[in-house]
């Protein structure tokens, strides 16, 4: 028996809460807001276990997205013992009832279906249970490490509280790597008291840290009852990352290290979108993108597990565009390469990155794909469309910018009848009630006034949009 699993310290776990979204949609209105308390915003809150003892947070009140919450519980473990048992729920704070939200894949309705059950090992500084690092373990985590969806139980449409939480979970260690002393000692045979998180030893352009975490592949040896572990990427040894791509979004092993900063996972699948806006006009012209059309966009995509990062300034990106009245097909082009490439072709940026500009407006259509990666939406037009009474500007911001994503994404009119069919726009047209059953923001009969990729459960004239994207579609 293992007596000091780290020598160097008195171990502590850390369990860190990240950032809370609701996912909820409510399907019976046409707008498609979610909601858990239908008439203001949730009231989260979280209560985490770490082996017998338990905290509970503050109450964030009467909203939908919590950021920078700087919630974390830390906890003396014992130094000799290597399994620590973690529980996380995450509650709606009500008067005399609070209720607890669904953060996870457990389809069951016995009581403990929501909560989450995990597992960290000292030993390794990794866990496993109800979320872990591939979905090579027997079951299924589409959600990624460190992320929990409420949706993966199939409830996507159902009022069941459905959330999404991020979070991490650590233990000190002496050189603040991030690899414990048993792995430094036992696997690799690196010095405990030097941090190398960041270095690269067979130089294959993916530093120490990432390919400890993400090589990380276990399961549970039936023979012994025993959970084996073992890695499938070695720091030591050259891989060839710039040419995996497990999951299949487009973005090798070196472009998730590249955009690990901001949430990327090689196990799930995510799209990266610039987005630039134009300046306002010096005759009263006010180009801007709602904040909440931004929420509600990460909202539909991330229930789907297709995590959705919008770079408006906090990824490098999300320039400010000088004001023009009018921008034809060339000044597009030009400002994809001035303010996207920033005048180089070989940006690492390019096929990593989606971009869609916000501008006054731009001949031919409020909305339009003009590359392969790179399309544009117009405030004139947005703004047209959101005077008219029973729209939401919010909504209609967010629906066309998806529309248009939708087409770097491979939907398109020659694959998808129903998609910018322009017979289908209105109710006297004859390819309106034809469509109709193709729910879906790339229909131009439901664009505007609504929030969602079709998933073709409607029969005949529907489309399954959600499983037809082609997150590497933009590359060719």
Known sequence: MIEDYD???????????????????DDNHLHTREYIDRYTGPDFFVKVWINDEMKKSQI??????????????????????????????????????NRLCDISYDNTFTSDAKDIELTYSIKYGLWWGDDFTSDDMIGNDPSGYGRLNGCDDGSIYQHDFDCEIWFNIYQNDYDNDGIPYWVETNIYGTDPTLNNAMDDPDEDGVPFLWEYIYGHYCWENWRTEQIEHEWIYDPLNWDDHKSIDVDDDGLSNYEEYL????????????????????????????????????????TVYNRKNIVYHLDDGCMGGGEIIPFDTLCSYN???????????????????KGVFHYGLVVNEAEGAYGFVFR??????????????????????????????????????GIYHGNTPGCDDQEGKFPWQIDWWKWRPYKSVM??????????YSDGSRGQNDFDDWNRLDLTYFQE
């Open 7 to 25: 020598p160097l310290v008195d171990t502590t776990v850390t369990f860190e809460l990240l950032s809370i979204r609701s996912l909820e949609k």
């Open 60 to 97: 964030w009140r009467n909203t939908r997205y919590v950021y920078d919450p700087n919630f974390s519980f830390e906890v003396d473990v014992p130094d000799e013992e290597e399994m620590v048992d973690i529980k996380i729920q995450l509650w709606d704070w009500n008067i005399g009832l």
């Open 259 to 298: 955009t690990w900063q901001w949430g990327s996972d090689p196990f799930r699948k995510d799209l990266f979108v610039e987005m630039d806006v134009m300046e306002d006009g010096p005759n009263g012209e006010k180009i801007a993108f709602p904040p909440e059309s931004k929420e509600l966009l990460q």
């Open 331 to 349: 000044e597009l082009q030009f400002i994809y390469d001035r303010y996207f490439l920033h005048m180089d072709q070989d940006n690492w940026r």
């Open 372 to 409: 392969r990666d790179a399309y544009q939406i117009s405030a004139v037009g947005m703004d047209k469309k959101a005077r008219l009474p029973h729209l939401d500007k919010a909504i209609v911001y967010a629906s066309a910018y998806m529309h248009e994503c939708g087409h770097t994404l």
């Open 443 to 452: 229909n131009y009969g439901y664009m505007y006034w609504m929030l969602d």
